[in-house]
């Protein structure tokens, strides 16, 4: 995580994420590294970053958790014969973001933070 030393980061740790909702039962799932920290413009505000690594090199994404309309936690899906468990969903009006972690406690842990 050298790139984000000097930034606090408040949880980070991998989760599956889905694709775009119209391609969701088509493409494949991603597993990403996450970096939730404060979006740094006002206090209280977060944003969750997704890299292809935990060396958070290559930013593949951000969430702006202050357009977030709503979460869901306890999610399950099936597609293609592989369960998705330990599933939370973040909901902004451009997008629903579907996100697996590897345990009921890692999904806490995201969810509750």
Same mark, same amino acid.
């Given at each position: 995580?050298?790139?984000?030393?000097?930034?606090?980061?408040?949880?980070?740790?991998?989760?599956?994420?889905?694709?775009?909702?119209?391609?969701?039962?088509?493409? =494949?799932?991603?597993?990403?590294?996450?970096?939730?920290?404060?979006?740094? !413009?006002?206090?209280?505000?977060?944003? *969750? %970053?997704?890299?292809?690594?935990?060396?958070? =090199?290559?930013l593949k994404g951000q969430i702006d958790l202050?357009?977030?309309? !709503?979460?869901?936690?306890?999610?399950? *899906? %099936?597609i293609r014969k592989q369960n998705y468990d330990n599933m939370f969903d973040l909901r902004t009006?451009?997008?629903?973001?579907?996100?697996?972690?590897?345990?009921?406690?890692?999904?806490?842990?995201?969810?509750?933070?």
């Open positions: 995580m050298d790139n984000l030393n000097n930034q606090q980061i408040v949880h980070a740790g991998w989760l599956f994420k889905s694709p775009p909702e119209k391609r969701i039962w088509k493409t =494949k799932w991603r597993r990403r590294w996450f970096v939730l920290k404060p979006s740094g !413009q006002i206090p209280g505000q977060y944003v *969750l %970053e997704y890299y292809t690594d935990s060396t958070c =090199k290559k202050d357009q977030c309309e !709503q979460v869901d936690a306890g999610l399950q *899906l %099936e009006s451009k997008r629903t973001y579907y996100l697996v972690a590897d345990s009921e406690d890692e999904m806490n842990k995201w969810y509750v933070d």
